[in-house]
Each structure stands twice: as structure tokens, then as C-alpha cells.
Nanobody
Framework: QVQLVESGGGLVQPGGSLRLSCTASTRIFSVNGMGWYRQAPGKQRELVAT???????YYADFVKGRFTISRDNTANTRYLEMNGLKPEDTAVYYC????????????????????????WGQGTQVTVSS
């Protein structure tokens, strides 16, 4: 069973920075790719950023220029560096990975439709407030 463990959330002032980490128990990120999602109270979960198995990156428009996804393959870890945080970034952030390998051409569509039977972390709270 694949396990994903997140860390790095917390309380930060507007304009501040945080770095989230997601460590997998296997090499799943290198094989299947992964993504970061967030869910604010009363809102639907939304896709924030992805990294496919080849290292290709995608960012949602609302985080472009502020968030950066990176990797450490030797540690089976992916990071989400968040700068210029805004109150509207407040949410529970989740990392997740597909439960099967995905063709690169289909990766974005797959990540937009990740299911509960895919692999998910436990979530980490990010609160942006003065």
C-alpha cells in the first residue's frame, strides 16, 4: 500500500512563504507523477499544481508566478514552494498520485479527475492571516 505523508503547513502572514513536502513510501511519483490540491471550507477541491513522471510541470492560473513544484527523487519527495501567500490561499493542501501509470499526453486530464481510490495524503492546513 502506497502512503503519502505531507508536512510544512502552518499559519503565515499575507505575503509570506511556506514550503510543503510530500513523501511517498515508494517511487510512485517517479513512475505515475503527482499533484497538489487544496480545499477551502465550503468549496470544492481544486488542482493547484502537478509534476508528471518526466518532471513536466503544470500550475493553475491562480498560483502561477507564486508557487513552485520541485522534486527530490532520491527521497521520493515532492515540494510545493509557496510565496506571496494571500488570504484566499487558506485551505487544506493535499498531495496525491494516480494509482496507475498515465501516458504523458493524458496526465493533465487524469489529474483533473483523480478519484478517492487513487493515492492521497492526509492533508496539511495552510492559513494565511494577519
Amino acid at each position: 500500500q502506497v502512503q503519502l505523508v505531507e508536512s510544512g503547513g502552518g499559519l503565515v502572514q499575507p505575503g509570506g512563504s511556506l514550503r510543503l513536502s510530500c513523501t511517498a513510501s515508494t517511487r510512485i511519483f517517479s513512475v505515475n507523477g503527482m499533484g497538489w490540491y487544496r480545499q477551502a471550507p465550503g468549496k470544492q477541491r481544486e488542482l493547484v499544481a502537478t509534476m508528471n513522471s518526466s518532471g513536466g510541470k503544470y500550475y493553475a492560473d491562480f498560483v502561477k508566478g507564486r508557487f513552485t513544484i520541485s522534486r527530490d527523487n532520491t527521497a521520493n519527495t515532492r515540494y510545493l514552494e509557496m510565496n506571496g501567500l494571500k488570504p484566499e490561499d487558506t485551505a487544506v493542501y493535499y498531495c496525491a498520485a494516480p494509482n496507475r501509470r498515465v501516458a504523458l499526453s493524458a496526465f493533465y486530464a487524469r489529474m483533473m479527475n483523480l478519484r478517492e481510490d487513487d493515492y492521497w495524503g492526509q492533508g496539511t492546513q495552510v492559513t494565511v492571516s494577519s
